[in-house]
T-cell receptor, first 118, second 113 residues
Framework: GAVVSQHPSRVICKSGTSVKIECRSLDFQATTMFWYRQFPKQSLMLMATSNEGSKATYEQGVEKDKFLINHASLTLSTLTVTSAHPEDSSFYIC??????????????FGSGTQLSVL | SQQGEEDPQALSIQEGENATMNCSYKTSINNLQWYRQNSGRGLVHLILIRSNEREKHSGRLRVTLDTSKKSSSLLITASRAADTASYFCATDPLTGNTGKLIFGQGTTLQVKP
């Protein structure tokens, strides 16, 4: 099956620093990627939809200047948490959709990134 | 919130028993999907059922869908300790054409050896 690689799997940083998380589709082209945030024992909350070659679409309440998304190629989307603070500590997961249709029948998830901000 | 609800929130069973998890949602859908998540890991797609399907099987998994009640169930038969994980349903809404999945709250399953 298709593979989505997400790095790093875990990052610990000091408050005020920026952290970049990468999401790569390894064997297919992903025109659309989704970024989720998950708190312990809770569900996935969609943060933004990343479209190759265009600006990301952010969900209500998500600060676009805080969570910068870049989808510069068909195989790579990055999420940068700028000036991270302890409340940004969370598990971040990306997913990628193959093809160009709107159907979500082929969504593949990365393994997630645990961010801890001290 | 458009998120679906799942019950139970937590389920603990003995190895060999069956586990049933339920999911309810609010909007009309194209399809409903079930995912599994091991602790601290990403999600793994288990099974997809389309809105015009009522039941689907995959190995020890059986999924049902009742669009009139806007509900689905996931049955894991002959459970194993390795099935211990969180299980999420996710719906692909019919309207909006946003391409986004809406996840339920999840059921944490513990299978005791």
């Amino acid at each position: 099956g298709a593979v989505v690689s997400q790095h790093p799997s875990r990052v610990i940083c000091k408050s005020g620093t920026s952290v970049k998380i990468e999401c790569r589709s390894l064997d297919f082209q992903a025109t659309t990627m989704f970024w989720y945030r998950q708190f312990p024992k809770q569900s996935l909350m969609l943060m933004a939809t990343s479209n190759e070659g265009s600006k990301a679409t952010y969900e209500q309440g998500v600060e676009k200047d805080k969570f910068l998304i870049n989808h510069a190629s068909l195989t790579l989307s990055t999420l940068t948490v700028t000036s991270a603070h302890p409340e940004d500590s969370s598990f971040y997961i990306c997913s990628a959709r193959s093809g160009t249709g709107m159907s979500n029948e082929k969504l593949f998830f990365g393994s997630g990134t645990q961010l801890s901000v001290l | 919130s458009q998120q679906g609800e799942e019950d139970p929130q937590a389920l603990s069973i003995q190895e060999g028993e069956n586990a049933t998890m339920n999911c309810s949602y609010k909007t009309s859908i194209n399809n409903l999907q079930w995912y599994r998540q091991n602790s601290g890991r990403g999600l793994v797609h288990l099974i997809l059922i389309r809105s015009n399907e009522r039941e689907k099987h995959s190995g020890r998994l059986r999924v049902t869908l009742d669009t009139s009640k806007k509900s689905s169930s996931l049955l894991i038969t002959a459970s194993r300790a390795a099935d211990t994980a969180s299980y999420f349903c996710a719906t692909d809404p019919l309207t909006g054409n946003t391409g986004k999945l809406i996840f339920g709250q999840g059921t944490t399953l513990q299978v005791k050896p």
